[in-house]
C-alpha cells in the first residue's frame, strides 16, 4: 500500500510560506550512519522522495514520540547492495535503502510536519544495519563507488571483472 507523506504528514497550515525547511534525521546504511539534516518543503512528497533517491515513499514506522520514519515503497523489491538494509530494533520489518525521519504534530484536522524530536543517538540505539564480517570494509568501499558509475562504466566493470576471473581460472589450470 503506497502512502504519500502528503497523505500522512501534510504542509504545516500555521506556517504562512511554502519552501519551509524542516529538520529531519537520515538513515543511511551504506555508510552505515544516522545525520541530522535539513529539508526544503514544497508541499509535496517531491523533497522527500528526492533525498530518499526514489518515486514513491511510504510511512514505515511511528515513533512513540511522533516521529515518522520514511523508506521507499518499492525498496524491497528493487535490487540492493548486501548492506543497503536496515530495521528497527524490537520489529520485524526491514528496510532497504535510506531512510527519513520526520517529526509530527496532531492538530485538530490533521497531522503536520514539524522538525524531528529524535536524536541521532536515540535513533542509533534502536536502529540495526547487518552484521559486519572481515569483507565488509571491502563491500562498503565497493557499494560507494559502484552507486556513482553509469550504466556503461558498470558493462565496461563487468567485462574487466569477467576477463580477470578467466584469466585466474587459467592460471589456476596450469
Same mark, same amino acid.
Not at 529531519?24 to 518543503?41: C, G, Q
Not at 569477467?162 to 587459467?170: A, K, P
Given at each position: 500500500m503506497r502512502t504519500t507523506l502528503a497523505a500522512a504528514v501534510t504542509l504545516n497550515r500555521e506556517r504562512k510560506t511554502l519552501n519551509n525547511i524542516t529538520k529531519i534525521l537520515v538513515i543511511d546504511p551504506l555508510k552505515?550512519?544516522?545525520? =541530522? #539534516?535539513?529539508?526544503?518543503?514544497?508541499?509535496?512528497?517531491?523533497?522527500?522522495?528526492? =533525498?530518499?533517491?526514489?518515486?514513491?515513499?511510504?510511512?514505515? @514506522?511511528?515513533? =512513540?514520540?511522533?516521529?515518522?520514519?520514511? &523508506?521507499?515503497?518499492?525498496?524491497?523489491?528493487?535490487?540492493?547492495?548486501s548492506l543497503n538494509y @536496515?530495521?528497527?530494533?524490537?520489529?520485524?520489518? &526491514? @528496510?532497504?535503502?535510506?531512510?527519513?525521519? &520526520?517529526?509530527?504534530?496532531?492538530?485538530? #484536522?490533521?497531522?503536520?510536519?514539524?522538525?524531528? =524530536?529524535?536524536? #541521532?543517538?536515540?535513533?542509533?540505539?534502536? &536502529?540495526? @544495519?547487518?552484521?559486519i564480517d572481515k569483507d565488509t570494509?571491502?563491500?562498503?568501499?565497493l557499494a560507494s563507488k559502484l552507486a556513482t558509475l553509469s550504466v556503461n562504466e558498470l558493462g565496461t566493470l563487468v567485462v574487466q571483472i569477467t576477463q580477470e576471473q578467466q584469466r585466474n581460472t587459467t592460471n589456476d589450470q596450469n
Amino acid at each position: 500500500m503506497r502512502t504519500t507523506l502528503a497523505a500522512a504528514v501534510t504542509l504545516n497550515r500555521e506556517r504562512k510560506t511554502l519552501n519551509n525547511i524542516t529538520k529531519i534525521l537520515v538513515i543511511d546504511p551504506l555508510k552505515r550512519r544516522i545525520t =541530522k #539534516e535539513t529539508i526544503e518543503e514544497d508541499g509535496s512528497t517531491k523533497p522527500y522522495a528526492a =533525498k530518499l533517491g526514489c518515486e514513491w515513499i511510504t510511512a514505515g @514506522f511511528h515513533f =512513540k514520540n511522533g516521529d515518522v520514519l520514511f &523508506v521507499d515503497d518499492e525498496g524491497l523489491i528493487k535490487k540492493q547492495p548486501s548492506l543497503n538494509y @536496515f530495521h528497527i530494533t524490537n520489529t520485524e520489518q &526491514v @528496510f532497504a535503502g535510506r531512510g527519513i525521519i &520526520v517529526g509530527t504534530r496532531e492538530t485538530s #484536522e490533521d497531522l503536520v510536519n514539524t522538525d524531528v =524530536k529524535s536524536t #541521532e543517538l536515540e535513533v542509533a540505539l534502536k &536502529v540495526q @544495519f547487518p552484521p559486519i564480517d572481515k569483507d565488509t570494509p571491502a563491500k562498503l568501499e565497493l557499494a560507494s563507488k559502484l552507486a556513482t558509475l553509469s550504466v556503461n562504466e558498470l558493462g565496461t566493470l563487468v567485462v574487466q571483472i569477467t576477463q580477470e576471473q578467466q584469466r585466474n581460472t587459467t592460471n589456476d589450470q596450469n
